[in-house]
């Protein structure tokens, strides 16, 4: 039996209902399928859930907690922590039109939801303050990174602005503060291949063959022991920034995974971000035709100390 369609569900706080496919298989409650099969939340967890009406049957309906189990459905609830960790800066949105939504990101704040954060995404909070229920974002920008962010309002632009930055058409421009280096001659082309190491997955590493990333890196200007750099990604491989910068004994300020990865912090020291802000977006609008180019309105400071 075919399941049913989709159901379009209400926001709960920003945050869109998910969805889950239900196959044949031993369950006899809801409860014992979904303590199964999303054991990140415990069982009681999910009780508490399904006592509140918190999960939905396939026509939208409250589930109880001893409801049994039917395959060939979906079920739908809201992801939502207990206890989340509240990031205390705020976002900008810097163009709305009725396709693109473009907001600087600030340090610390993740984009979408993702382990420890559901509320305190850009994602969600802009979903909630903009009542934009299927806001996506268009291209990944780390947690650890401030500026600008790019989301498509409608589902049916959705893939054509995404397929921009997959194509590379899009114009993209960082700065970032690091060590001053009188030895390295600028601009620098960083020309290599990156892989993820096996060893610690979340570093990239650089390895023997064909290039797969290209940095250009300029010098704009020094104070001390540090300096103010423009880097130009010609690819969009995870961490390139961090990791040529590295390569070149150039670390970022700020950075806790390149040269050492470092412990996540439970708490995060706020006045230790990465020095790494998205400073500029240009691109042709595959839906309007229009010539886009954006600008953040953050800074990166010079540390008080040198």
């Known amino acids: 039996m075919a399941r049913p369609p989709k159901l379009a569900l209400p926001m709960v706080r920003g945050v869109s209902a998910s969805a889950v496919a239900c196959p044949a298989g031993p369950w006899g409650s809801v409860l014992d399928f979904l303590s199964e099969r999303l054991p990140l939340v415990a069982r009681a967890d999910w009780h508490a859930r399904l006592d509140r009406g918190d999960v ?3 026509q939208g309906q409250p589930l109880a907690p001893d409801a049994p189990y039917r395959h060939s459905t979906r079920l739908y609830y809201y ?17 709305r039109d009725d396709w693109l939504v473009v907001a600087d990101k600030p340090h610390f704040l993740p984009v979408t939801p993702k382990g420890r954060y559901v509320q305190q ?8 303050e903009l009542d934009l229920p299927d806001l996506t974002p268009v291209h990944r920008l780390d947690r650890e990174t401030a500026g600008l962010t790019v989301f ?7 893939d054509a602005y995404q397929r921009l930055f997959r194509d590379r058409e899009v114009r993209k421009l960082y700065q970032a503060i690091a060590p001053y280096r009188p030895d390295l001659n600028f601009p620098i082309e960083r020309s290599s291949r990156l892989q993820e190491r096996a060893d610690a997955f979340m570093q990239m590493e650089e390895v023997a063959g064909p290039a797969n990333a290209q940095t250009r890196i300029a010098l704009l200007e020094r104070q001390g022991a540090l300096a103010r750099y423009e880097l130009q990604p010609h690819s969009g491989q995870k961490h390139q920034l961090r990791m040529h910068m ?12 390149y040269p050492v990865l470092q412990a996540e912090q439970r708490e995060p020291d706020y006045r230790d971000s990465l020095q790494l802000l998205a400073q500029t977006l240009c691109f042709e609008d595959p839906v309007s035709g229009q010539r886009r180019e954006f600008h953040t309105r953050l800074k990166l400071e010079f540390p008080a100390e040198i």
């Open 121 to 128: 995404t850009l994602l969600t909070r802009l979903k909630r």
């Open 246 to 257: 590295c390569a070149l004994g150039l670390p970022i300020v700020g950075d806790r995974i």
């Open 79 to 95: 992801r939502q922590l207990e206890h989340e960790p509240e990031i205390p800066f705020q976002a900008e949105v810097l163009f």
């Open 152 to 158: 498509a309002v409608q589902p049916g632009c959705r």
């Open 56 to 58: 939905l049957d396939a």
